[in-house]
């Protein structure tokens, strides 16, 4: 019994001094961490640095010449723009829409030289002297072209946002010679997406445009 009772009292004297053994080391590493800490602030490198200038983010502006829808324009860009946002942002031609910025949804579609392109993905400083044509350059004279009108006749619409790529990557779709079935429409407009779903009456309008040109 007496060899039970000193182990059960050795066994609290290790447990006992567990916890201030514990506690002091605890102190210490917190009293060396803010002695570190403190050591760190008096180092050169540690000091603050100046906010770098507003002007070292800015590219430097670059001159190019645009015809947009038969108009000329001469223009300052940022190197790093792409053609859709100098379309919507700079010549406030908003009809091209920005949608996934990430050239999947095809609504930013318009024709840089006669050729359908996704805007997002190009910079507008890449095409100096080029032909662009947007959804607002297809009316002539008041009247809607042919396609737009196709688009109204076939219900090829419902919110309306991705109507605008529609109608240029069908005309595109049509002048390719991509337009003689209803299978090959979809294959060639498929890299337009519609969130309403409206694709049966986006396939038709194209299809009847195609017939009428």
């Known amino acids: 019994m007496t060899k039970q009772h000193r182990t059960s009292s050795d066994k609290a004297g290790v447990d006992g001094d567990a916890t201030p053994a514990s506690t002091s080391l605890s102190r210490r590493t917190v009293l060396q961490l803010a002695g570190g800490a403190a050591s760190l602030a008096t180092l050169p490198h540690a000091e603050a640095q100046p906010a770098p200038s507003a ?58 030289n006669g050729r359908r392109i996704v805007s997002c993905l190009t910079l507008a400083s890449m095409h100096d002297g080029a032909e662009i044509e947007t959804i607002e ?8 072209h042919p396609l737009q009108q196709a688009f109204v ?22 002048a ?4 003689g079935s209803i299978e ?10 519609c969130r309403c779903g409206a694709y049966r009456g986006i396939v038709a309008a194209v299809a009847d445009a195609a017939e009428r040109s």
């Open 55 to 112: 002007e070292t983010n800015i590219g430097t502006a670059k001159p190019v010449r645009l015809i947009v829808n038969g108009v000329q324009r001469e223009l300052e860009v940022d190197p790093r723009q792409s053609l859709l946002d100098v379309l919507r942002e700079t010549l406030d031609l908003t009809g091209t829409k920005k949608g996934c910025n990430q050239g999947a949804c095809g609504a930013c579609t318009i024709f840089v």
């Open 137 to 144: 350059g297809l009316e002539k004279n008041g009247e809607l």
């Open 153 to 174: 006749e076939h219900e090829g619409l419902q919110c309306g946002f991705c109507t605008p790529g529609q109608i240029m990557s069908g005309l595109g779709c049509i």
């Open 176 to 179: 390719e010679g991509h337009a």
């Open 184 to 193: 090959e429409i979809r294959f060639w407009m498929s890299g337009n997406i």
